[in-house]
């Protein structure tokens, strides 16, 4: 009798599932003489859809028109929606800048950028409930928000520093 084998799949044939999931965190802290006064803890974010278009998918398909983040922002407002261009309640830009971020590789698959408004720079005249954050290309109230989110709010007294970071993740 004639044995029986069992036909092996060919794997090409079949469709394969895989997907890249961008995923961002983000810590803030107040520091007051050197000591940490306030921590966020991380928490995750939301990348809105300019985020994925002008960062992500042009820049993977090597359009002149890919943007890069080189700015992080605080606001006064809620979360940002899918759909936001700009962080709700951002502080305003006349007289607070968006601060330089610091790029960093943090492992093959996670980049962090990092920012500090330091309170010798007078970036607020009195305090300010910090209730949002984003990260986003441009140095003035333009540009495209990456992402942002907001967190139960803090009171930032202006003899305070604010260290943020903010993780994206690819998985």
Not at 31 to 56: C, H, K, M, P, T
Not at 95 to 118: G, I, K, L, M
Not at 136 to 150: C, H, V
């Amino acid at each position: 009798m004639p044995r029986e084998t069992k036909r092996r799949r060919n794997t090409f044939d079949q469709p394969t599932k895989q997907g890249i999931r961008v995923r961002g965190m983000f810590r803030i802290q107040l520091v007051e003489d050197g000591r940490i006064v306030g921590d966020s803890g991380w928490a995750q974010n939301l990348v809105v859809n300019e985020g994925f278009d002008d960062y992500l998918t042009r820049l993977l398909s090597a359009q002149a028109s890919s943007k890069q983040i080189s700015r992080m922002m605080l606001g006064t407002g809620v979360n940002p929606a899918v759909t936001d261009t700009a962080l709700p309640g951002e502080l305003n830009t006349a007289t607070y800048t968006r601060t330089t971020v610091t790029v960093s590789v943090v492992a093959s698959s996670a980049v962090e950028f990092q920012a500090t408004w330091a309170s010798a720079n007078s970036h607020i005249t009195a305090s300010t409930a910090l209730q949002n954050i984003g990260i986003i290309n441009d140095t003035t109230s333009g540009g495209s928000m990456f992402a942002g989110r907001s967190y139960t709010a803090s009171t930032w007294n202006t003899n305070q520093n604010v260290n943020a970071s903010y993780r994206i993740t690819f998985a």
